[in-house]
């Protein structure tokens, strides 16, 4: 939450105002270009924004000098993609490794970022060292080795995490009722989330506890059990602070679609982060014949979300994170090699959809 006084957040406001006209102004006086292009550069992404900017990293690509200060200059917030997934902290053998995610806290805390926690409780990781105590002969060593799970990676991180996603993608694809999982069967369907709120919670009491899902834009009936599980958890006595959305969109989403999402997801009172957003060309329907139509859909889809987040009430705000920032570096990239989903390209220049996402909270 935002402590700055009003007067101090306008005139904030208006400085990040002035850095982007002056910046565009300026490259448009050395070099005019089409109002459909972006400037060469733009003012950072956290620096456009009255609230945390956040980006996904792999440990690996801070080895690469000019890519650790570009993501030092333009997000606020790194979650690790994956390194602080099951698969990879927890071993075969049960011990855990925290090299990779300890190296991102690191470089989150020297470059005055703040660093999240992503992901506790996940349907799709089914570790060996769980199978292993799955049935009802190991019951009790189960339950104890997902506590000591909990209990070790958010103690670890305590006081350096600001928030966790406790529980990922818990709500089944067409969006009636939950998924069931490795987790829902060894330790009951709303239980095992009930349970995890509560470890995390212990482990680090001022850290905000999230629960996340996707597909909560362009499906109202996810959207809806997404909030009913929300309550039900917040009834069992489970300590959920905030809900994500992920935004995994495609470019062909139907306008105004974000902002009902968020609007809805925020009518709990709850803090509401926008965590992984990316607007995939290439899972769009039409995707090789209408890619420039489809890279305007892009931008007007970030311009969107940057509004519809910007609306909602600051104390409610926690993040609006990115699942990347160079085009080339992102998860739909290996699913598509054409797909270009993200603010900036391959060689880290940003996109139209970079200065739609920019003016769209400078205009407010
Ligand atoms: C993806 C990562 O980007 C990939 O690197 C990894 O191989 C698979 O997971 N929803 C989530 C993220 O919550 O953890 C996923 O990240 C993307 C979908």
């Not at 270009?340 to 739609?356: N, Q, V, Y």
Request: include cysteine; charged fraction near 25%.
């Amino acid at each position: 939450m935002s402590l700055l006084p009003l007067r101090e957040k306008v005139a904030a406001q208006q400085l990040r105002r002035r850095t982007f006209v002056a910046s565009t102004l300026a490259l448009a006086a050395c070099a005019p270009r089409a109002s459909s292009q972006p400037p060469a550069s733009l003012p950072p992404l956290r620096a456009a924004a009255p609230f945390p900017v956040g980006t996904c990293i792999q440990a690996a690509q801070l080895d690469d000098p000019a890519y650790a200060a570009f993501v030092a200059a333009q997000v606020s917030q790194l979650t690790p993609e994956w390194e602080l997934k099951m698969e990879y902290v927890l071993q075969a053998d049960g011990g855990y490794r925290f090299d990779a995610p300890d190296r991102i806290a690191a470089f989150a805390q020297d470059h005055g970022q703040r660093f999240f926690g992503h992901t506790l409780v996940w349907y799709a990781q089914k570790p060996d060292a769980f199978e292993r105590l799955a049935g009802e002969a190991y019951r009790g060593a189960f339950r104890d080795a997902f506590a000591a799970y909990i209990a070790a990676v958010v103690g670890r991180y305590k006081g350096r995490a600001v928030a966790w996603d406790v529980v990922n993608e818990a709500v089944a694809e067409d969006g009636d009722g939950w998924r069931d999982s490795l987790w829902s069967q060894q330790l009951g369907p709303l239980d095992h989330m009930t349970f995890a709120y509560q470890l995390a919670h212990a482990a680090d009491p001022a850290a905000e506890l999230f629960l996340n899902d996707y597909n909560l834009e362009s499906n109202p009936r996810k959207r809806a059990t997404f909030l009913a599980l929300a309550e039900s958890l917040l009834k069992a006595g489970a300590p959920l602070t905030g809900l994500g959305t992920q935004t995994h969109v495609a470019a062909d989403l139907a306008p105004g679609a974000i902002t009902t999402a968020l609007q809805d997801l925020a009518s709990l009172g709850l803090k509401v982060r926008i965590s992984e957003m990316d607007v995939s060309l290439a899972r769009a329907a039409g995707f090789a014949a209408l890619r420039s139509d489809l890279e305007r859909s892009q931008a007007r889809l970030y311009a969107e979300a940057a509004q519809a987040y910007d609306a909602l009430p600051r104390r409610q705000q926690f993040d609006f994170t990115f699942w990347g920032l160079e085009d080339g570096k992102s998860w739909l990239r290996r699913e598509n090699e054409a797909d270009a989903p993200l603010l900036f390209d391959d060689a880290g220049r940003p996109k139209p959809a970079a200065a739609a996402w920019e003016r769209a909270l400078m205009e407010r």
